[in-house]
C-alpha cells in the first residue's frame, strides 16, 4: 500500500472516530446527529417546503416527508401549507424544536472541541490548510478511473 493510500485510510480511520464521539453525545443529551442536521437546515431556510430541504440536504423526496412528519410528531417542527399551493408544505422549527437545536448544536461543539482541543493555533492553521488541500482534491476528482 502507497503512503498516500495509508495515510488517506488513516485520516478515514480518524474522522470516523470523531463522528463517533460527536453521535455519542449528541445521543447523551437524547438526538441524533441525522436529526440536528436536519433541524439545523429547517432553521438556517425557514420557512422552507419540503422539495427544499430534501434537494438542500440531498435526500430523497419520501425521506425527507418520513423525516419531517418524525420531527411534527415530537414537537419540533409545525408544518403548514404554502400560500398559494396548499400541495407544498412549508416548515418551521418550534420553540421546542429550536431548543433542540441549541442543545444538539451544543453537544456536537462539546465533542468537537474534546477531539481538537488539544491543537495549538498553528497546527490548527496546518490543519485548515490541509484539509482546504485535500477537500479541493476531491472536487476535482474523476472517480471512474
Known amino acids: 500500500m502507497s503512503e498516500v493510500a495509508a495515510l488517506g485510510l488513516r485520516y478515514l480511520e480518524v474522522a470516523h472516530q470523531v463522528r463517533r464521539k460527536i453521535d455519542e453525545q449528541l445521543a447523551a443529551d437524547g438526538i441524533s446527529l441525522a436529526r440536528l442536521k436536519l433541524l439545523q437546515a429547517v432553521d438556517r431556510h425557514a420557512p422552507v417546503n419540503q422539495a427544499a430541504l430534501a434537494e438542500n440536504l440531498t435526500m430523497a423526496p419520501r425521506s425527507i416527508t418520513q423525516a419531517v412528519e418524525a420531527l411534527e410528531r415530537d414537537g419540533l417542527v409545525r408544518r403548514t401549507a404554502a400560500p398559494g399551493d396548499r400541495r407544498s408544505k412549508l416548515v418551521v422549527l ?7 437545536l441549541a442543545t444538539g448544536v451544543a453537544a ?8 481538537f482541543g488539544a491543537l495549538d493555533a498553528g497546527q490548527l492553521a496546518s490543519l485548515r490548510a490541509l484539509l482546504d488541500t485535500v477537500e479541493a482534491g476531491t472536487t476535482d476528482a474523476d472517480v471512474t478511473r
Open 94 to 100: 418550534t420553540a421546542a424544536g429550536s431548543a433542540t
Open 108 to 115: 456536537g461543539e462539546k465533542a468537537v472541541e474534546q477531539a
